[in-house]
Nanobody
Framework: QVQLVESGGGLVQAGGSLRLSCDASSRTFTTTAWFRQAPGKEREFVTAISRDGSIVYADSVKGRFIISRDSTKNTVYLQMNILKPEDTAIYYC????????????????WGQGTQVTVSS
């Protein structure tokens, strides 16, 4: 019923920036979040934003990443600045009926992911 499509990933040098987009087919859900998963590691929470504007960031990205939304387009963005090699991962967007949560189990639908690679 819900389709999420991420875009904007790519290869960037450490210190650079990328902006990811998440296009949703529905505005039914309360929160849109970004998660990431590196090879051999668990999927981890990055940031989330609710329809009311509540925002939560993981400590690892505070001050570097910015989540925002364009309600008219039903799109959520992730502006990633001062990228580090540790940020290399597949980035996924997901939607939830809850207020922003850091655990993946609260999210009902997921996008296909977009690869972000940061070279040192």
């Amino acid at each position: 019923q819900v389709q999420l499509v991420e875009s904007g990933g790519g290869l960037v040098q450490a210190g650079g920036s990328l902006r990811l987009s998440c296009d949703a087919s529905s505005r039914t859900f309360t929160t849109t979040a970004w998660f990431r998963q590196a090879p051999g590691k668990e999927r981890e929470f990055v940031t989330a934003i609710s329809r009311d504007g509540s925002i939560v960031y993981a400590d690892s990205v505070k001050g570097r990443f910015i989540i925002s939304r364009d309600s008219t387009k039903n799109t959520v963005y992730l502006q990633m600045n001062i990228l580090k090699p540790e940020d290399t991962a597949i980035y996924y967007c997901a939607v939830s009926t809850y207020a922003p949560q850091k655990m993946a189990r609260f999210y009902d639908y997921w996008g296909q992911g977009t690869q972000v690679t940061v070279s040192s």
